[in-house]
């Protein structure tokens, strides 16, 4: 059983900075790409970015391009987002989501339902 453990939300000025982690832990493949999703008040799950585990590429939502950058550690099992310049309107549950095996072609385009696994979820509240 593969689970999904996400820390590091918090509440931060607007302009502001915060890191992430979600830590896997379970049932692993080499072919697994790890995902960061946020859904705010009576908003879609939206992708925010996607890491290839196995070549390190990434992939970015557009609203994030530049700002924000999602990384692992060497042992593959813990994925970071970096979130910089944030804005009120990041504010949002941040998830963590995995899939396996990974369709890098699919995944790329960061769409929930390519996503079999999921973290509870933390809380970012930007504040202007």
């Known amino acids: 059983q593969v689970q999904l453990v996400e820390s590091g939300g918090d509440s931060v000025q607007a302009g502001g900075s915060l890191r992430l982690s979600c830590v896997m832990s379970?049932?692993?493949?080499?072919?697994?790409?790890m995902g960061w999703f946020r859904q705010g008040p009576e908003k879609e799950r939206e992708g925010v970015a996607v890491?290839?585990?196995?070549?390190?590429?990434?992939s970015y939502g557009d609203s994030v391009k530049g700002r924000f950058t999602i990384s692992q550690d060497s042992s593959k099992i813990t994925v970071y987002l970096q979130m910089n310049s944030l804005q009120p309107e990041d504010t949002a549950m941040y998830y963590c989501?995995?899939?396996?095996?990974?369709?890098?072609?699919?995944?790329?385009?960061?769409?929930?339902?390519?996503?079999?696994?999921w973290g509870q979820g933390t809380q970012v509240t930007v504040s202007s």
């Open positions: 379970g049932f692993f493949v080499s072919n697994r790409c």
């Open positions: 890491i290839n585990n196995r070549f390190g590429i990434t």
């Open positions: 989501a995995a899939a396996l095996p990974c369709d890098w072609s699919k995944v790329t385009k960061i769409v929930p339902t390519d996503f079999g696994y």
